[in-house]
Protein backbone atom coordinates (compact mmCIF):
# COMPACT_ATOMS: atom_id res chain seq x y z
CA UNK A 1 0.00 0.00 0.00
CA UNK A 2 0.92 3.53 -1.00
CA UNK A 3 1.32 5.71 1.62
CA UNK A 4 -0.09 9.54 1.69
CA UNK A 5 2.84 11.85 2.17
CA UNK A 6 0.63 15.33 2.83
CA UNK A 7 -2.06 16.75 4.96
CA UNK A 8 -4.65 19.10 3.82
CA UNK A 9 -5.60 21.48 6.74
CA UNK A 10 -8.70 23.08 5.89
CA UNK A 11 -9.33 26.58 8.03
CA UNK A 12 -12.08 27.71 9.69
CA UNK A 13 -13.11 31.06 9.77
CA UNK A 14 -14.37 32.38 13.26
CA UNK A 15 -14.85 35.02 14.83
CA UNK A 16 -15.04 35.10 18.80
CA UNK A 17 -16.07 37.61 22.03
CA UNK A 18 -19.04 37.87 24.04
CA UNK A 19 -21.72 39.83 22.08
CA UNK A 20 -20.45 38.64 18.52
CA UNK A 21 -24.27 37.08 17.81
CA UNK A 22 -25.50 40.90 17.18
CA UNK A 23 -23.17 41.27 14.41
CA UNK A 24 -24.57 38.47 11.98
CA UNK A 25 -27.03 40.67 10.31
CA UNK A 26 -23.85 43.33 9.10
CA UNK A 27 -21.91 39.60 8.08
CA UNK A 28 -24.88 38.74 5.60
CA UNK A 29 -25.13 42.56 4.43
CA UNK A 30 -22.11 42.41 3.58
CA UNK A 31 -21.97 38.83 1.58
CA UNK A 32 -24.88 40.43 -0.78
CA UNK A 33 -27.43 38.11 1.05
CA UNK A 34 -30.96 39.22 1.09
CA UNK A 35 -32.65 36.05 2.08
CA UNK A 36 -31.72 33.69 4.17
CA UNK A 37 -33.07 30.58 6.42
CA UNK A 38 -32.62 30.76 10.41
CA UNK A 39 -32.63 27.55 11.46
CA UNK A 40 -32.93 26.31 15.08
CA UNK A 41 -34.59 23.42 17.86
CA UNK A 42 -37.64 23.71 19.70
CA UNK A 43 -35.88 24.63 23.10
CA UNK A 44 -34.40 27.23 21.86
CA UNK A 45 -36.86 28.89 19.50
CA UNK A 46 -37.66 31.40 22.39
CA UNK A 47 -34.04 32.03 23.69
CA UNK A 48 -32.15 34.78 23.87
CA UNK A 49 -29.33 33.88 21.19
CA UNK A 50 -32.41 33.13 18.47
CA UNK A 51 -34.10 36.46 19.64
CA UNK A 52 -30.53 38.54 19.15
CA UNK A 53 -30.27 37.01 15.53
CA UNK A 54 -33.98 38.08 14.30
CA UNK A 55 -33.53 41.18 15.54
CA UNK A 56 -30.00 41.29 14.09
CA UNK A 57 -31.47 40.05 10.69
CA UNK A 58 -34.17 42.73 11.16
CA UNK A 59 -31.82 45.65 11.77
CA UNK A 60 -29.81 44.84 8.77
CA UNK A 61 -33.28 44.64 6.41
CA UNK A 62 -32.46 41.04 6.03
CA UNK A 63 -35.26 38.83 4.93
CA UNK A 64 -35.54 35.50 6.81
CA UNK A 65 -37.55 32.32 7.07
CA UNK A 66 -37.49 30.50 10.65
CA UNK A 67 -37.34 26.90 10.70
CA UNK A 68 -37.36 25.59 14.21
CA UNK A 69 -38.07 21.55 13.93
CA UNK A 70 -34.31 20.83 13.95
CA UNK A 71 -34.13 17.73 16.57
CA UNK A 72 -31.55 17.43 18.76
CA UNK A 73 -29.95 14.21 17.99
CA UNK A 74 -31.08 14.43 14.55
CA UNK A 75 -31.74 11.60 12.36
CA UNK A 76 -32.55 10.65 8.69
CA UNK A 77 -35.81 11.73 8.80
CA UNK A 78 -35.44 14.97 10.40
CA UNK A 79 -32.56 15.98 7.85
CA UNK A 80 -35.10 15.11 5.07
CA UNK A 81 -37.67 17.42 6.73
CA UNK A 82 -35.07 20.58 7.20
CA UNK A 83 -33.77 19.66 3.36
CA UNK A 84 -37.44 19.89 2.03
CA UNK A 85 -37.85 23.47 3.27
CA UNK A 86 -34.23 24.51 2.31
CA UNK A 87 -34.77 22.98 -0.96
CA UNK A 88 -38.35 25.09 -1.89
CA UNK A 89 -37.35 28.23 -0.27
CA UNK A 90 -34.71 29.12 -2.62
CA UNK A 91 -32.57 30.76 0.10
CA UNK A 92 -29.79 32.53 -0.72
CA UNK A 93 -27.93 31.49 2.90
CA UNK A 94 -28.29 29.67 5.99
CA UNK A 95 -27.79 30.99 9.61
CA UNK A 96 -27.80 28.12 12.26
CA UNK A 97 -27.75 28.94 15.70
CA UNK A 98 -27.80 25.90 18.00
CA UNK A 99 -25.86 22.78 18.99
CA UNK A 100 -24.15 20.69 16.72
CA UNK A 101 -27.27 18.99 15.92
CA UNK A 102 -28.62 22.18 14.64
CA UNK A 103 -25.47 23.19 12.45
CA UNK A 104 -25.24 19.79 11.20
CA UNK A 105 -28.41 20.12 9.90
CA UNK A 106 -28.23 23.07 8.37
CA UNK A 107 -25.12 21.49 6.68
CA UNK A 108 -26.91 18.86 5.67
CA UNK A 109 -29.71 21.46 3.94
CA UNK A 110 -27.40 23.30 2.35
CA UNK A 111 -25.86 20.33 0.85
CA UNK A 112 -28.97 18.51 -1.21
CA UNK A 113 -30.63 21.98 -1.50
CA UNK A 114 -27.74 22.88 -4.02
CA UNK A 115 -26.98 20.02 -5.64
CA UNK A 116 -29.74 17.44 -5.19
CA UNK A 117 -29.62 14.22 -5.32
CA UNK A 118 -30.47 10.74 -3.70
CA UNK A 119 -29.91 10.89 0.27
CA UNK A 120 -27.37 8.27 0.24
CA UNK A 121 -25.33 9.60 -2.01
CA UNK A 122 -22.98 11.85 -0.04
CA UNK A 123 -22.86 9.57 3.16
CA UNK A 124 -20.19 8.08 3.93
CA UNK A 125 -19.04 4.77 2.54
CA UNK A 126 -20.19 1.63 3.41
CA UNK A 127 -23.28 2.70 4.46
CA UNK A 128 -23.85 5.84 1.55
CA UNK A 129 -22.28 6.04 -1.57
CA UNK A 130 -19.49 8.50 -0.09
CA UNK A 131 -19.71 10.61 -3.27
CA UNK A 132 -17.51 13.98 -3.17
CA UNK A 133 -19.86 17.16 -2.92
CA UNK A 134 -19.32 18.98 -6.39
CA UNK A 135 -19.06 22.14 -5.28
CA UNK A 136 -19.04 24.86 -3.28
CA UNK A 137 -22.32 25.46 -1.23
CA UNK A 138 -24.34 28.08 -0.16
CA UNK A 139 -22.73 30.86 2.71
CA UNK A 140 -23.84 29.31 6.46
CA UNK A 141 -22.88 31.20 9.07
CA UNK A 142 -22.88 28.98 11.87
CA UNK A 143 -23.70 30.35 16.10
CA UNK A 144 -23.01 27.81 18.07
CA UNK A 145 -25.06 27.53 21.99
CA UNK A 146 -23.02 24.82 23.41
CA UNK A 147 -19.38 24.57 24.03
CA UNK A 148 -19.08 21.08 22.19
CA UNK A 149 -19.15 19.57 19.03
CA UNK A 150 -17.28 22.17 17.39
CA UNK A 151 -19.75 21.71 14.22
CA UNK A 152 -18.72 25.69 13.50
CA UNK A 153 -15.42 24.48 12.45
CA UNK A 154 -16.04 21.24 10.26
CA UNK A 155 -17.10 19.87 7.28
CA UNK A 156 -19.28 17.17 8.93
CA UNK A 157 -22.95 16.07 9.55
CA UNK A 158 -23.55 13.50 11.80
CA UNK A 159 -27.43 12.09 12.50
CA UNK A 160 -29.10 8.61 13.35
CA UNK A 161 -30.17 6.08 10.30
CA UNK A 162 -33.65 5.06 11.88
CA UNK A 163 -34.58 1.91 10.47
CA UNK A 164 -30.79 0.57 11.23
CA UNK A 165 -30.31 2.05 14.85
CA UNK A 166 -26.87 3.61 13.94
CA UNK A 167 -25.21 6.84 13.30
CA UNK A 168 -23.18 7.86 10.37
CA UNK A 169 -22.66 10.66 8.65
CA UNK A 170 -21.42 13.10 5.83
CA UNK A 171 -17.86 14.44 5.64
CA UNK A 172 -16.21 17.04 3.07
CA UNK A 173 -14.09 20.45 3.42
CA UNK A 174 -16.83 21.65 1.00
CA UNK A 175 -19.61 21.58 4.47
CA UNK A 176 -17.45 24.12 6.56
CA UNK A 177 -19.43 27.23 7.84
CA UNK A 178 -18.61 30.27 6.08
CA UNK A 179 -18.29 32.11 9.38
CA UNK A 180 -18.82 30.63 13.07
CA UNK A 181 -19.64 33.45 15.14
CA UNK A 182 -18.45 31.77 18.90
CA UNK A 183 -19.91 33.98 21.54
CA UNK A 184 -19.86 32.86 24.98
CA UNK A 185 -23.37 35.07 26.28
CA UNK A 186 -24.85 32.09 23.84
CA UNK A 187 -23.92 29.31 26.12
CA UNK A 188 -25.09 30.78 29.56
CA UNK A 189 -29.03 28.70 29.12
CA UNK A 190 -26.91 25.42 28.90
CA UNK A 191 -28.54 22.59 31.38
CA UNK A 192 -25.93 21.37 33.51
CA UNK A 193 -26.46 17.90 31.87
CA UNK A 194 -25.71 19.76 28.83
CA UNK A 195 -22.61 21.61 29.57
CA UNK A 196 -21.04 18.16 31.00
CA UNK A 197 -22.08 16.13 27.97
CA UNK A 198 -20.94 18.71 25.33
CA UNK A 199 -17.64 19.29 27.31
CA UNK A 200 -16.70 15.83 27.00
CA UNK A 201 -17.28 16.06 23.38
CA UNK A 202 -14.75 18.28 23.67
CA UNK A 203 -12.36 16.32 25.92
CA UNK A 204 -12.92 13.13 23.10
CA UNK A 205 -12.39 14.93 19.96
CA UNK A 206 -9.46 16.63 21.50
CA UNK A 207 -7.66 13.55 23.03
CA UNK A 208 -8.99 11.01 20.04
CA UNK A 209 -7.22 13.74 17.06
CA UNK A 210 -4.29 13.99 19.45
CA UNK A 211 -3.71 10.02 19.70
CA UNK A 212 -5.22 9.33 15.84
CA UNK A 213 -3.49 7.43 13.20
CA UNK A 214 -0.56 9.61 12.26
CA UNK A 215 -1.55 11.41 8.18
CA UNK A 216 1.31 9.48 6.92
CA UNK A 217 0.12 5.81 8.02
CA UNK A 218 -3.17 6.73 5.69
CA UNK A 219 -3.48 5.04 2.03
CA UNK A 220 -2.44 7.73 -0.69
CA UNK A 221 -5.77 8.84 -2.57
CA UNK A 222 -5.69 8.82 -6.16
CA UNK A 223 -6.99 12.51 -6.55
CA UNK A 224 -6.04 15.18 -3.88
CA UNK A 225 -9.94 15.52 -4.17
CA UNK A 226 -10.52 12.61 -2.41
CA UNK A 227 -8.03 12.67 0.32
CA UNK A 228 -10.50 12.62 3.52
CA UNK A 229 -12.02 15.30 5.80
CA UNK A 230 -10.40 13.02 8.39
CA UNK A 231 -6.37 12.79 7.92
CA UNK A 232 -4.81 11.45 11.10
CA UNK A 233 -2.76 13.15 13.04
CA UNK A 234 -0.35 15.89 11.82
CA UNK A 235 1.50 18.83 13.13
CA UNK A 236 -1.23 21.46 12.51
CA UNK A 237 -4.08 19.56 14.41
CA UNK A 238 -1.75 18.64 17.55
CA UNK A 239 -1.50 22.19 18.41
CA UNK A 240 -4.97 22.72 18.69
CA UNK A 241 -6.03 19.46 20.09
CA UNK A 242 -3.80 19.64 23.01
CA UNK A 243 -4.26 23.29 23.98
CA UNK A 244 -7.86 22.03 23.85
CA UNK A 245 -7.25 19.47 26.71
CA UNK A 246 -6.00 21.54 28.77
CA UNK A 247 -8.67 24.07 28.63
CA UNK A 248 -11.43 21.20 29.37
CA UNK A 249 -9.11 19.81 31.64
CA UNK A 250 -8.74 23.81 33.75
CA UNK A 251 -12.93 24.72 33.26
CA UNK A 252 -15.11 22.19 32.63
CA UNK A 253 -15.56 21.30 36.09
CA UNK A 254 -16.55 24.99 36.69
CA UNK A 255 -18.41 25.43 33.90
CA UNK A 256 -20.58 22.85 34.68
CA UNK A 257 -20.92 23.80 38.34
CA UNK A 258 -21.74 27.04 37.91
CA UNK A 259 -23.18 28.38 34.55
CA UNK A 260 -22.94 32.45 35.50
CA UNK A 261 -19.19 31.64 35.83
CA UNK A 262 -18.19 33.64 32.38
CA UNK A 263 -14.50 32.88 32.38
CA UNK A 264 -14.76 29.18 32.39
CA UNK A 265 -17.59 29.54 29.77
CA UNK A 266 -15.26 31.52 27.94
CA UNK A 267 -12.65 29.13 27.65
CA UNK A 268 -15.13 25.96 27.20
CA UNK A 269 -16.91 27.41 23.85
CA UNK A 270 -13.18 28.59 22.91
CA UNK A 271 -11.85 24.90 23.36
CA UNK A 272 -14.55 23.37 21.46
CA UNK A 273 -13.49 25.68 18.49
CA UNK A 274 -10.11 24.42 19.20
CA UNK A 275 -10.65 20.86 19.17
CA UNK A 276 -13.33 20.67 16.37
CA UNK A 277 -10.11 22.56 14.20
CA UNK A 278 -8.01 20.12 15.57
CA UNK A 279 -10.28 16.54 14.84
CA UNK A 280 -11.87 18.53 11.75
CA UNK A 281 -8.50 17.75 9.88
CA UNK A 282 -7.31 15.12 11.87
CA UNK A 283 -10.38 12.81 12.79
CA UNK A 284 -11.38 11.16 15.81
CA UNK A 285 -11.28 7.15 15.94
CA UNK A 286 -12.47 4.60 18.92
CA UNK A 287 -14.27 6.13 20.70
CA UNK A 288 -16.62 8.07 18.42
CA UNK A 289 -17.18 5.20 16.10
CA UNK A 290 -18.07 2.65 19.42
CA UNK A 291 -20.60 6.02 20.35
CA UNK A 292 -22.63 5.76 17.50
CA UNK A 293 -24.61 2.22 18.23
CA UNK A 294 -24.62 3.21 21.62
CA UNK A 295 -26.86 6.56 20.65
CA UNK A 296 -28.85 4.59 17.71
CA UNK A 297 -30.01 2.06 20.19
CA UNK A 298 -31.09 4.06 23.23
CA UNK A 299 -34.31 2.32 24.50
CA UNK A 300 -35.53 4.88 27.94
CA UNK A 301 -32.46 6.49 28.82
CA UNK A 302 -33.68 9.83 29.51
CA UNK A 303 -30.56 12.56 31.74
CA UNK A 304 -32.41 14.57 34.59
CA UNK A 305 -32.64 17.91 33.37
CA UNK A 306 -33.06 17.70 29.42
CA UNK A 307 -36.19 18.33 27.92
CA UNK A 308 -36.80 15.99 25.48
CA UNK A 309 -39.87 14.06 24.03
CA UNK A 310 -37.77 11.16 22.87
CA UNK A 311 -35.54 8.56 24.73
CA UNK A 312 -32.14 10.11 24.18
CA UNK A 313 -27.92 9.49 25.24
CA UNK A 314 -26.63 12.83 24.37
CA UNK A 315 -23.99 12.59 21.93
CA UNK A 316 -20.61 13.64 24.23
CA UNK A 317 -22.06 11.16 27.05
CA UNK A 318 -22.41 8.48 24.44
CA UNK A 319 -18.99 9.25 22.86
CA UNK A 320 -16.88 9.64 26.84
CA UNK A 321 -18.51 6.49 28.10
CA UNK A 322 -16.32 4.34 25.66
CA UNK A 323 -13.32 6.25 26.38
CA UNK A 324 -11.40 4.81 29.05
CA UNK A 325 -12.00 1.27 27.71
CA UNK A 326 -10.50 2.76 24.25
CA UNK A 327 -7.59 4.56 25.83
CA UNK A 328 -6.43 1.59 27.62
CA UNK A 329 -6.74 -0.50 24.68
CA UNK A 330 -4.97 2.78 21.95
CA UNK A 331 -2.21 3.16 24.32
CA UNK A 332 0.10 0.37 23.64
CA UNK A 333 0.26 1.90 20.29
CA UNK A 334 1.43 5.40 21.00
CA UNK A 335 2.30 5.78 24.48
CA UNK A 336 4.03 9.20 24.43
CA UNK A 337 1.11 10.62 23.02
CA UNK A 338 -1.20 8.90 25.80
CA UNK A 339 1.25 9.67 28.68
CA UNK A 340 1.43 13.62 27.28
CA UNK A 341 -2.13 14.11 27.35
CA UNK A 342 -2.61 12.32 30.62
CA UNK A 343 -0.11 14.62 32.12
CA UNK A 344 -1.70 17.34 31.07
CA UNK A 345 -5.52 16.64 32.68
CA UNK A 346 -3.17 16.41 35.71
CA UNK A 347 -1.78 12.68 36.21
CA UNK A 348 1.76 12.50 38.13
CA UNK A 349 3.80 10.59 35.17
CA UNK A 350 7.18 10.74 37.42
CA UNK A 351 6.63 6.90 38.41
CA UNK A 352 5.62 5.73 35.07
CA UNK A 353 8.74 3.03 34.65
CA UNK A 354 6.88 1.15 31.11
CA UNK A 355 4.72 3.80 29.31
CA UNK A 356 3.68 1.20 26.79
CA UNK A 357 1.89 -0.65 29.61
CA UNK A 358 0.89 1.87 31.84
CA UNK A 359 0.04 5.54 29.65
CA UNK A 360 -3.28 3.80 28.69
CA UNK A 361 -4.44 3.01 32.34
CA UNK A 362 -3.09 6.35 33.08
CA UNK A 363 -5.09 7.87 30.65
CA UNK A 364 -8.36 6.11 31.35
CA UNK A 365 -8.21 7.34 35.48
CA UNK A 366 -8.02 10.95 34.69
CA UNK A 367 -11.26 10.64 32.38
CA UNK A 368 -12.78 8.58 34.65
CA UNK A 369 -12.08 11.41 37.38
CA UNK A 370 -13.76 14.13 35.12
CA UNK A 371 -16.46 11.94 34.67
CA UNK A 372 -17.44 11.30 38.21
CA UNK A 373 -17.12 15.23 38.52
CA UNK A 374 -19.52 15.96 36.21
CA UNK A 375 -21.82 12.49 37.63
CA UNK A 376 -21.64 10.96 34.47
CA UNK A 377 -23.41 7.49 34.77
CA UNK A 378 -21.31 4.63 35.28
CA UNK A 379 -20.50 2.83 32.33
CA UNK A 380 -23.16 1.52 29.55
CA UNK A 381 -24.91 -0.50 31.72
CA UNK A 382 -26.16 2.96 33.80
CA UNK A 383 -27.82 4.32 30.51
CA UNK A 384 -29.62 0.72 29.54
CA UNK A 385 -26.85 -1.79 28.15
CA UNK A 386 -26.22 -5.22 28.98
CA UNK A 387 -23.58 -7.72 27.95
CA UNK A 388 -26.51 -9.21 25.87
CA UNK A 389 -26.10 -5.66 23.74
CA UNK A 390 -22.67 -6.05 22.83
CA UNK A 391 -23.05 -8.48 19.85
CA UNK A 392 -25.46 -5.33 18.04
CA UNK A 393 -23.25 -2.89 19.67
CA UNK A 394 -20.37 -4.31 17.81
CA UNK A 395 -22.29 -4.74 14.58
CA UNK A 396 -22.80 -0.80 14.82
CA UNK A 397 -19.54 0.10 15.02
CA UNK A 398 -17.70 -2.01 12.18
CA UNK A 399 -19.63 -0.32 9.17
CA UNK A 400 -17.61 2.90 10.68
CA UNK A 401 -15.04 3.06 8.37
CA UNK A 402 -14.13 6.56 8.20
CA UNK A 403 -13.61 7.10 12.05
CA UNK A 404 -12.25 3.84 13.24
CA UNK A 405 -9.62 2.95 10.58
CA UNK A 406 -8.10 6.07 12.51
CA UNK A 407 -7.56 4.66 15.62
CA UNK A 408 -3.65 4.26 16.53
CA UNK A 409 -4.48 0.03 17.08
CA UNK A 410 -6.47 -1.64 14.94
CA UNK A 411 -9.82 -3.03 16.07
CA UNK A 412 -11.59 -5.88 15.02
CA UNK A 413 -14.57 -7.49 15.92
CA UNK A 414 -13.28 -9.56 18.60
CA UNK A 415 -12.05 -6.61 20.18
CA UNK A 416 -14.70 -4.32 19.95
CA UNK A 417 -16.13 -7.24 22.05
CA UNK A 418 -13.83 -6.54 24.20
CA UNK A 419 -14.02 -2.82 24.56
CA UNK A 420 -17.63 -2.31 24.86
CA UNK A 421 -17.38 -5.39 27.61
CA UNK A 422 -14.92 -3.10 29.36
CA UNK A 423 -17.39 0.12 29.38
CA UNK A 424 -20.14 -1.58 31.02
CA UNK A 425 -18.75 -0.32 34.45
CA UNK A 426 -15.87 1.75 35.78
CA UNK A 427 -15.93 2.42 38.98
Given amino acids: M ?52 KEALTSEGIEFEVFDQVRVEPTDLSFKAAIAVAAEGKYEAFVAVGGGSTIDTAKAANLYATYPDDFFAYINAPIGQGKPIPGPVKPLIAIPTTAGTGSETTGVAIFDLTDRH ?13 LGLVDPENTRTMPPVVAASSGLDVLCHALESYTALPFYERPLPARPILRPAYQGHNPISDIWSLRAIELVSQYIVRAYRNPDDLEARSNMILASSM ?153
Avoid at 7 to 20: D, F
Avoid at 32 to 38: E, F, N, S, T
Avoid at 47 to 52: E, G, I, K, S
Avoid at 403 to 426: H, I, Q, W
Wanted: proline share 7%.
Fill in 2 to 53: EKDYAIQMGSSNLRYGAGVTKEVGMDLVDMGIKRVLLMTDPNLKNAAPVQTV
Fill in 166 to 178: VKTGIAHRYLKPT
Fill in 275 to 427: AGMGFGNAGVHLCHGMSYPVSGMVRDYRPDGLKTHHAIIPHGMSVVLNAPAVFRFTGPACPERHLHAAKIMGADISEVRDPKIEAGELLAREIIKVMQSLDVPNGLSAVGFSPDDIPVLVKGTLPQHRVTKLSPRPANAEDLTSLFGDAMRYW
